[in-house]
């Protein structure tokens, strides 16, 4: 069975992060959610409907921002760009949900990748960086007869 193509991901992504959405506030956003409502938005989202992606987005978009600040320690910068990154995985794995389950559980486990994925970046930059800083360069003799 094939799905039906929704859109580019960047444009449906985009298009969502440039509208003015008024959030709640942060200790309402699990609350507010009801896991059958974003289910059976989720099972219309994967049979196609864009509207359900922008439903879906416009009531999850609120936890994972927190979720994503919890986890960045309040960088809200990093917080935003992972965010973005999150709603792309989302789109791109829509296949492996699971249809009928809460899909919370799925959205956190992806934003918490997406940020364990972001800090293993920058801890490999980090390292290239002071390597580059610290590292001396190497002379190599050659030795008559070698090689």
């Known amino acids: 069975m094939t799905r039906p193509v929704i859109a580019d991901a960047n444009s449906l992504v985009a298009a969502d992060l440039s509208t003015d959405i008024s959030v709640s506030p942060a200790t309402d956003t699990l609350n ?11 099972n219309r989202y994967l049979a196609g409907d864009v509207s ?43 296949g492996q949900y699971v249809a009928g389950a809460d899909p919370l ?8 990748r997406c940020h364990r994925g ?3 970046k920058r ?7 002071y390597l580059g800083r610290h590292s001396q ?7 008559r007869g070698s090689a």
């Open 32 to 42: 507010a959610l009801e896991p059958q409502r974003l289910g059976e938005l989720m």
């Open 52 to 94: 359900a992606f922008h439903e879906l987005y416009r009531q999850v978009r609120p936890y994972l921002q927190q979720v994503l600040q919890d986890l960045t320690g309040k960088k809200t910068d990093l917080a935003d760009k992972l965010l973005e990154k999150v709603f792309l995985k989302i789109h791109y794995c829509r």
């Open 105 to 112: 559980p799925w959205f956190r486990a992806i934003a918490e």
């Open 118 to 120: 972001a800090v293993r």
């Open 123 to 129: 801890r490999a930059l980090r390292i290239v960086r």
């Open 137 to 143: 360069p190497t002379t190599t003799k050659f030795v």
